[in-house]
C-alpha cells in the first residue's frame, strides 16, 4: 500500500505564513511528479504548484510569487511554503503524487486525505 499524508494546516490571519508537509510511505520504487491541489467550499479542486522528478515546477498564477513547492527525495516528502496568504487561499488542500510501486508497475495516482488551511482575521 501507498500512503500520503499531509500536515501543516491550519488558521492563519490574512498576511501570514503556513508550511504544509506530505510525506509518502509504503511500497514505493519511484515516485515521479509531486504537487498539491487545492478545493475551495462550492469549488472544483485545482491545482497549485507541481514538482517533477527532474525538471521545472509548475505553479497557478494565483499563488507564483507568493507559494514555494520543494520535495526532499531522500524522505519522499514535498513541501508548500505558502507566504503572503489571502481569504481566497481558504481551502482543504491536497498532496498528490505519481508513484511506480515496483519496476514492473505503471505509475498511479496517489492523493493524502487533504488538510484544511483557513485564511481569516
Known amino acids: 500500500q501507498v500512503q500520503l499524508v499531509e500536515s501543516g494546516g491550519g488558521l492563519v490571519q490574512p498576511g501570514g505564513s503556513l508550511r504544509l508537509s506530505c510525506a509518502a510511505s509504503?511500497?514505493?520504487?519511484?515516485?515521479?511528479?509531486m504537487g498539491w491541489y487545492r478545493q475551495a467550499p462550492g469549488k472544483q479542486r485545482e491545482l497549485v504548484a507541481t514538482?517533477?522528478?527532474?525538471?521545472?515546477?509548475n505553479y497557478a498564477d494565483s499563488v507564483k510569487g507568493r507559494f514555494t513547492i520543494s520535495r526532499d527525495r531522500t524522505q519522499n516528502t514535498v513541501y508548500l511554503q505558502m507566504n503572503s496568504l489571502r481569504p481566497e487561499d481558504t481551502a482543504v488542500y491536497y498532496c498528490n503524487a505519481l508513484i511506480r510501486k515496483t519496476y514492473r508497475d505503471s505509475p498511479l495516482q496517489y492523493w493524502g486525505p487533504g488538510t484544511q488551511v483557513t485564511v481569516s482575521s
Open positions: 514538482i517533477p522528478n527532474t525538471g521545472n515546477t
Open positions: 509504503g511500497i514505493i520504487f519511484h515516485i515521479l511528479d
